[in-house]
């Protein structure tokens, strides 16, 4: 016969119950809107570069699988078109890498479907001409990434038959690169990097197959890398890291936080992440809208961020989309 408890009792319990359930506290809410923008109006491709110059992005190269592209194309999110510009006059090449300074484009490395290369060109939107540049100071690689600090370019990482971590800047006055230290993580290809308050990050991308969680920014001043929170699953903090993890993204800066978005970690992903430097933490925002993918492009402009293109498992994408961070997904 089952022993019954006391009124008193059972109501004290619910109260309790109910006093220390965390259920049903308010939780920070996911936020990011994404916005279907106007398509790409060249072909459909994946591992295409990016840059941006005064509040334009400039997109071209890549591949559809069979061919390699030359054609690029300027956004004018005002006007949310597309215009297409001079063609990149070197050879045809996807797995490139792109970056702006003093008001130009610089494009070089890459993959031509035969060889690894490493020339380099320079893009002038006041004329719509290209130039060519020095040579990339490192081995000629595809899989890098590049960002510019204080009006200098910096590439590193990537793929010449082995995996790379060495780090390089270039001086576009001197038309010069110069080795940098390399970074204290393990080799990489096809990892993320961004610029936020004159230093640059470099975090994410593969080693032998395992996808890394650490990232390292790089002060031009000291010439010091700093490692910041490994992106691994934390049962301590609000959000799980583990989703982060990934090689092949698009990033992008607004304001003074840094996104990364899309990518792939044993499969496509969707889910995007917002870092903030000043607090070293990750948030979780709302998950890139568009089909999975890997091997897109992202850029910022002003208060927004723009991922486009990519590869769907064997499918090629033109589309892209518009981020606002801090809006309500309703």
């Not at 793929?159 to 080795?179: E, S």
């Not at 610029?195 to 002060?219: E, I, K, P, R």
């Not at 002003?302 to 293109?309: A, E, P």
């Not at 990519?310 to 892209?320: E, P, Q």
Request: aromatic share 14%; glycine share 12%.
């Amino acid at each position: 016969m089952k022993r019954l408890l006391p009124h008193w009792l059972l109501v004290l319990a619910v109260l309790c119950l109910a006093g220390c359930n965390t259920d049903d506290d308010p939780t920070d809410e996911i936020l990011g809107v994404w916005t279907s923008r106007s398509q790409f109006e060249g072909l459909a491709r994946n591992s295409a570069v990016s840059f941006t110059i005064n509040g334009k992005a400039y997109v071209g190269l890549g591949t559809d699988g069979t061919n390699k592209f030359t054609d690029f194309w300027e956004y004018n999110p005002a006007t949310n078109t597309w215009t297409q510009k001079a063609d990149f006059p070197g050879a045809a090449r996807y797995l490139a890498v792109g970056f702006s300074a003093a008001g130009k484009g610089y494009v070089g490395t890459g993959y031509d479907g035969v060889n690894r290369l490493k020339d380099f060109w320079e893009y002038d939107p006041a004329t719509n001409t290209w130039a060519r540049k020095a040579d990339f100071g490192g081995s000629a690689r595809y899989g890098a990434v590049a960002l510019s600090i204080n009006e200098k370019g910096y590439v590193g990482t990537g793929f010449d038959g082995n995996a790379k971590k060495d780090f390089w800047q270039y001086d576009p006055v001197t038309d010069a690169w110069t080795q940098k230290p390399s970074f204290g993580g393990n080799k990489r290809q096809g990892a993320s990097a961004f610029t936020l308050n004159n230093h640059g990050y470099l975090l994410l991308g593969a080693d032998n197959g395992a996808y890394q969680t650490d990232v390292w920014s790089y002060d031009p001043t000291t010439e010091l890398w700093s490692q910041h929170k490994s992106l691994i699953a934390d049962t301590d903090a609000d959000y799980d890291y583990s989703g982060v993890p990934r090689a092949n993204a698009a990033s992008f800066v607004i304001g003074n936080h840094g996104f990364v978005a899309a990518g792939t970690n044993a499969g496509a992903l969707s889910n995007c992440w917002e870092y903030d430097p000043d607090a070293d933490t990750w948030t979780q925002k709302t998950a890139f809208a568009g089909a999975t993918r890997t091997y897109p492009v992202g850029f910022g402009l002003g208060d927004r961020g723009y991922v486009g293109l990519g590869l769907s498992s064997t499918l090629r994408l033109d589309d892209f989309w518009e981020l606002s961070p801090y809006e309500v997904n309703e």
